[in-house]
């Protein structure tokens, strides 16, 4: 026997928690029945106010929670599902991304945890069936709390590397405990955490006076100024970082530094050139 839930949202709330869904690579039912099992005994506000347009969620429970769902219902004295549903779900998405992201993967968290704590190997397996063997180091999230990144040592590619917690699909503490000789790189990437590992790498271009401009107002994933002279810059920046940042300047950057970065934009802008031209 199964019991559908239907609750009546403001739209709003919908996209968040279709946005959830859709990265964090999860279904709705399991979502919605995730924030049922872990937060129904929390206090919920007698006061929330629900404004705007509005539409119908609906989601099936699952086997272990429809057990307990009617015992529930009469020990917190709820008379009206839907009304309950509204509050606790307004609940979670009240929250930033980057602690909804947390609560969903706490379990993943938490492993993850024990290895940085006892310095232990871990073995990941990511939703793309990848395996890698990690040194976990820290979890950080970007400066606008929009993800959360684990920082580690890849022991596949041999170097270090910020993944996505979204992405991990399990995870396994090994019994190997790993002595870590760079602990200052670590503490320093810690300190200043930037989820493009852009820690000691540089980056030199001329920007124009329009490019100059979009710098200022383009605040996502802003690399951090290191000198400038005029139109001369250095920036603190791994390429991965500038690949994303400075695709948006278009012809108001010139890139100098690293001749591999200033290669890569000269061959996308070529490609580009062709297709526009033909």
Request: proline share 2%; charged share 35%.
């Amino acid at each position: 026997m199964e019991k559908k839930i239907r609750v009546t949202l403001p739209k709003n709330i919908i996209k968040i928690l279709e946005s959830d869904c859709e990265t964090f690579k999860i279904t709705k039912n399991y979502l919605l029945n995730y924030i049922f099992e872990n937060m129904r005994e929390e206090k919920l506000s007698d006061d929330t106010i629900f404004d705007g347009e509005k539409d119908i969620i609906q989601f099936n429970l699952n086997k272990s929670n429809f057990k307990i769902y009617y015992d529930f219902l009469c020990e917190k004295n709820i008379q009206i599902e839907a009304d309950f549903f509204r509050k606790l779900l307004y609940k979670y998405t009240n929250q930033s991304r980057k602690n909804r992201e947390l609560f969903i993967f706490k379990s993943v968290i938490e492993r993850l945890e024990i290895g940085i704590k006892e310095k232990r190997k871990v073995k990941i397996h990511f939703n793309d069936k990848r395996e890698v063997t990690i040194l976990p180091f820290f979890i950080g999230s970007s400066k606008l709390e929009l993800a959360n990144y684990l920082f580690c040592y890849d022991f596949l590619e041999n170097k270090y590397r910020n993944y996505h917690i979204y992405n991990i699909d399990t995870v396994f503490v090994t019994r190997e405990v790993q002595d870590w000789e760079d602990m200052e790189f670590v503490e320093k990437v810690i300190l200043n955490f930037d989820p493009f590992l852009s820690q000691d790498k540089k980056i030199k271009a001329i920007l124009t006076s329009e490019g100059e401009k979009i710098l200022n107002l383009l605040k996502i994933n802003r690399p951090e100024i290191i000198s400038k002279n005029n139109e001369l810059y250095e920036f603190q920046c791994s390429e991965e970082k500038a690949k994303r940042y400075f695709a948006y300047f278009l012809d108001e950057i010139e890139i100098l530094e690293p001749q591999s970065l200033r290669e890569w934009f000269k061959i996308k802008y070529s490609n580009a050139y062709k297709k526009y031209n033909s």
